[in-house]
Nanobody
Framework: QVQLVESGGGLVQAGESLRLSCTTSGTTFRFADIGWYRQAPGKQRELVAAISSGGITEYADSVKGRSTISRDNGKNTVDLQMNSLKPEDTAVYYC??????????WGQGTQVTVSS
């Protein structure tokens, strides 16, 4: 079955960086569109960044210019590099395998906390 596992979350101070990684299995990864989403307490889950099987990327306005999504088809991973982190980036971050723009399979999430 399809599995996605996130790693790399943690507690950082504002202005610092984190690199999140999503490792997938159970799917032909090179054909998979992958998205990173986040959910802060009391808020809806939102798309942070996504990368298509062809390497086309998209970013939420809130992270554009501060984040980079990338994929390694040899390792079945999609990474999200986040720089200049802000307290409002605090959330649980999830990766998801998408069909079109619809997330279908989810990972368990990783907590990112940014202190001011």
């Amino acid at each position: 079955q399809v599995q996605l596992v996130e790693s790399g979350g943690g507690l950082v101070q504002a202005g610092e960086s984190l690199r999140l990684s999503c490792t997938t299995s159970g799917t032909t990864f090179r054909f998979a569109d992958i998205g990173w989403y986040r959910q802060a307490p009391g808020k809806q889950r939102e798309l942070v960044a996504a990368i298509s099987s062809g390497g086309i990327t998209e970013y939420a306005d809130s992270v554009k210019g501060r984040s980079t999504i990338s994929r390694d088809n040899g390792k079945n991973t999609v990474d999200l590099q986040m720089n200049s982190l802000k307290p409002e980036d605090t959330a649980v971050y999830y990766c998801a395998l998408r069909v079109g723009v619809q997330p279908v399979y989810w990972g368990q999430g990783t907590q990112v906390t940014v202190s001011s």
